[in-house]
């Protein structure tokens, strides 16, 4: 398949994408984050308890464990006198939105942090969640939710009577709890600083945040001022700055419509095949030829055929000093040469041809392709495929005619 089918239907509907994209109006909310808004990560150490002999092959590490948390139940037991291979010690991980309220549940990824085999079946036990700062925002527990599996057969059940057979799919020492756990403290937020409220672009770029400024200033009043490429700053004011009120001002700032810029860039996966470019590239005048040259080489055999009534069969000279084949004795002359036999013998010789075809292709001269729509019709007029397509924009990038960056995958 060439480009002048799907593949450049597909390159014409995605230039098309990008430049309604870059005409059209975008909410603040869609294209940038307000500070403050931002998700956190929590994270404690714990136990897996109940793990039928799949758990931590007794390390001090989960044998200390252990017998710290049997001392919550006035229970004094030594680490080096605990059996933990139905216990692992485990990581338990989250990440929580911004203004997540006291008693709100959430989940949680367990995964093992020493040699269990798996935490099928096991149940966290307690287990207090910490941010950066050290403090303790929320507490976990549950049973896990595994998605994967250990099967094993003890010692003799394999065929054969081996030492024991075992099966594992996917991973089955991480796991999650869905809503296993629970907020005990709200992280503090602050969107306010020094009474300023500040915008931040996903995709930094100084030409979008100088148009974002300018649309809060058009849009709300005079209170924005682009600090950089990612950053927009803008002023609060004092009757938006009670309490009750900030929140009422964060939305009206985030529904705020403005046009961001879009780069000229072209996306290529050399894996896949795929080709993804904007609506602001741009090739000035430039001539191309491409072709391909198909080279094929065939072999036949001349056959040399014994007189009528000899009763012999046709002796091969196969290329590589061996003969097959005749009734009578044969002498190679060596590889790939003629074969010379008994008389009556039928004598094969190799005849080997090579053929080479270049593709004739003619030299198609673009003048200034201003638009996207410009560029997918003039690389059908080559009739090539999108692997050719990559390596005429790499060889037109480094004509330097090409006006948009190149990412190649």
Do not use: C, W
């Not at 798996?118 to 998605?147: C, H, N």
């Not at 030409?207 to 700053?233: D, K, M, W, Y």
């Amino acid at each position: 398949m060439n480009l002048s089918l799907k593949t450049l239907a597909a390159l014409v509907l995605l230039g098309a994408l990008s430049l309604g994209t870059a005409s059209a109006q975008s909410r603040v909310k869609d294209v940038a984050d307000v500070q403050g808004n931002r998700d956190n990560f929590l994270y404690g150490y714990g136990i897996v308890s109940g793990l039928a002999g799949q758990g931590d092959s007794d390390p001090i590490s989960t044998q200390q464990v252990v017998s710290n948390f049997l001392k919550n139940f006035g229970l004094t037991i030594t680490a080096q006198n605990i059996k933990a291979k139905n216990s692992a010690a485990v990581m338990v991980t989250a990440r929580i939105g911004a203004g997540l309220r006291n008693g709100k549940k959430f989940d949680v990824v367990v995964s093992s942090l020493s040699d269990a085999k798996s935490l099928q079946g096991g149940t966290l036990q307690l287990t207090y969640l910490i941010g950066p700062d050290k403090q303790v925002y929320a507490q976990a527990q549950g049973p896990l939710s595994i998605g994967g599996f250990t099967l094993s057969a003890g010692a003799g059940a394999a065929p054969g009577g081996g030492a024991g057979a075992e099966f594992t799919k996917n991973h089955p020492t991480v796991g999650m709890i869905p809503d296993g756990a629970i907020m005990e403290r709200e992280i503090p937020t602050s969107y306010f600083a020094s009474g300023a409220l500040e915008i931040s672009l996903r995709a930094p770029d100084f030409t979008s945040a100088v148009r974002l400024a300018n649309a809060v200033n058009e849009q709300i009043g005079p209170i924005a001022e682009a600090l950089s490429s990612s950053t927009v700053r803008v002023f609060v004011p004092k009757e938006a700055q009670a309490e009750d009120k900030q929140l009422e001002f964060i939305a009206r700032v985030e529904n705020v419509v403005f046009r961001p810029d879009v780069p000229a860039r072209i996306i290529m996966n050399e894996r896949t095949g795929t080709i993804v470019f904007t609506s602001a590239i741009k090739i000035d005048s430039v001539a191309i030829a491409h072709g391909n040259l198909t080279v094929q080489v065939a072999q036949s055999y001349d056959v040399s055929q014994p007189p009528p009534g000899t009763g012999n069969t046709a002796i091969v000279n196969n290329g590589n000093g061996t003969i097959t084949g005749g009734g009578a004795a044969a002498a190679p002359a060596g590889p790939g040469g003629p074969v010379t036999g008994a008389p009556g013998a039928a004598i094969a010789t190799p005849n080997v041809s090579l053929n080479v075809q270049e593709e004739k292709k003619k030299i198609i001269v673009f003048n200034d392709l201003a638009t996207a729509q410009d560029v997918a019709a003039a690389l059908n007029a080559l009739g090539v495929t999108p692997r050719d397509v990559m390596a005429i924009f790499q060889e037109i990038k480094e004509a330097g005619a090409l006006q948009a960056d190149l990412v190649v995958h």
